[in-house]
């Protein structure tokens, strides 16, 4: 594996950064989620209370964000979040690094219990809807008030209702 493919699979922590006393609602909203995955191993009294103490963040920041992604979601590094407000991700779905998912976005089941998996460098557009048992692959791209109820191959784009990849 070359540098520069090694460096695509690496998450870019400098778009989740926030300085601490900025406003930043979603980035804020991350951390609460990154500080609770931090010390959720620990049995440690200090990492109990860290914990606990994440998760009321996280419960200020989803309200003021209208975002609800669960403290548990499995996401990678690099998330970026514009705009949060309405923002639903199920606790079972997976996304990968340096994604870019707008507004109004839903990423869960269709009544299976199998969520959707999001490759790496996935931007996925306002209103969008991806659900099922789906793989987005790489570098994909998903349009607008899309559903997603299919499979989207690496670095393609999906667009409509349903989705169909152009």
Not at 133 to 150: R, T
Request: glycine letters at 10%; one cysteine or more.
């Amino acid at each position: 594996m070359t540098v520069s493919e090694l460096a695509k699979e690496l998450p870019d922590w400098t778009r989740e950064y926030k300085p601490f006393w900025s406003w930043q609602p979603s980035r804020s909203l991350l951390s609460s989620i990154r500080a609770y995955q931090h010390h959720d191993g620990s049995k440690s009294t200090l990492a109990v209370i860290f914990k606990k103490a994440a998760v009321l963040r996280h419960r200020f920041w989803s309200v003021i964000t209208g975002a609800d992604i669960p403290v548990n979601a499995q996401i990678g590094g690099g998330l970026l979040l514009p705009h949060p407000n309405g923002v639903v991700i199920h606790p079972e779905a997976k996304i990968g690094v340096n994604c870019l998912i707008f507004q109004q976005v839903t990423i869960g089941t269709a009544g299976t219990h199998n969520a959707p998996m999001i490759g790496d460098h996935v931007d996925i557009g306002a209103g969008a809807k991806v659900l099922g048992n789906v793989h987005i692959g790489h570098h994909a791209k998903i349009g607008a008030n899309a559903v997603v109820l299919i499979d989207v191959p690496p670095s393609k784009t999906a667009v409509g209702i349903p989705a169909k990849v152009v």
